[in-house]
Structure formats: structure tokens, C-alpha cells
């Protein structure tokens, strides 16, 4: 992984909403697993910019 997409991935976390963070803390499984997936999509697109960025 190169700087440019850590730097990417940093930001995202960096920006994640309040409500993100708190379900993340959760302890409702659901919540958590809502969550969870909401960062990941979050990731992959920052994920995803990044590789355009360099292609």
C-alpha cells in the first residue's frame, strides 16, 4: 500500500460521522454490523480513487 492511499484511508476514518463512530462502539451486534459495513464501502471507495488516481 502506498502513501497516497494511506493518506486516503486516514482521511476517511478522520471524516467518519459521529453516528458511524458510535456504532462502531456498540453493543448491539446489528448496530456494529451496520456500522462496519457502512466504513468498509466507505474504504473501498477511497480505496478505489486512489488506484484510478495512479492508473
Known amino acids: 500500500m502506498d502513501d497516497k492511499t ?3 484511508i486516514l482521511g ?3 471524516r467518519a460521522p459521529q453516528w458511524l463512530r458510535n456504532d ?3 453493543k448491539d451486534a446489528s448496530a456494529r454490523a451496520r456500522a462496519e459495513e457502512a466504513l468498509a464501502a466507505m474504504l473501498v471507495d477511497a480505496i478505489g ?3 484510478t488516481a495512479d492508473d
Open 49 to 51: 480513487v486512489s488506484q
Open 6 to 8: 494511506k493518506t486516503r
Open 24 to 26: 462502531l462502539a456498540a
Open 12 to 14: 476517511v476514518i478522520e
